[in-house]
Nanobody, 121 residues
Framework: QVQLVESGGGLVQAGGSLRPSCTAS????????MGWFRQAPGKEREFVAE????????NYANTVKGRFTISRDNAKNTVYLQMSSLNPEDAAVYFC??????????????WGRGTQVTVSS
């Protein structure tokens, strides 16, 4: 069972930046799409961004497009989420996820425990 460990969350002022990261165990990191999701208090977990195994394809939620950038370093088994121009609506627990192969949904994949991002106004 793969393990995903997030780090790099924290407290930042509105307009600031953070760069959480997620490191995965195992040897098949580059075979899998990796993604970031977030969940704010009282809200459902929502998709933020995803990146293909080789890093060629990325997709973003409309709410973060142009402000967040997802990237990965397969040599380090690590995926990053560069977050800029943060606003209070971005405050949430951010989760890293690994999507299963062959089109299975994210919900069937592996998930980290999350890292808290707090944005002060």
């Amino acid at each position: 069972q793969v393990q995903l460990v997030e780090s790099g969350g924290g407290l930042v002022q509105a307009g600031g930046s953070l760069r959480p990261s997620c490191t995965a165990s195992g040897r098949t990191f580059s075979d899998h799409y990796m993604g970031w999701f977030r969940q704010a208090p009282g809200k459902e977990r929502e998709f933020v961004a995803e990146i293909s195994g080789r890093g060629i394809t990325t997709n973003y939620a409309n709410t973060v497009k142009g402000r967040f950038t997802i990237s990965r370093d397969n040599a380090k088994n690590t995926v990053y989420l560069q977050m800029s121009s943060l606003n209070p609506e971005d405050a949430a627990v951010y989760f890293c996820a690994r999507r299963p192969l062959y089109g299975a949904p994210w919900s069937a994949g592996s998930w980290g425990r999350g890292t808290q991002v707090t944005v002060s106004s």
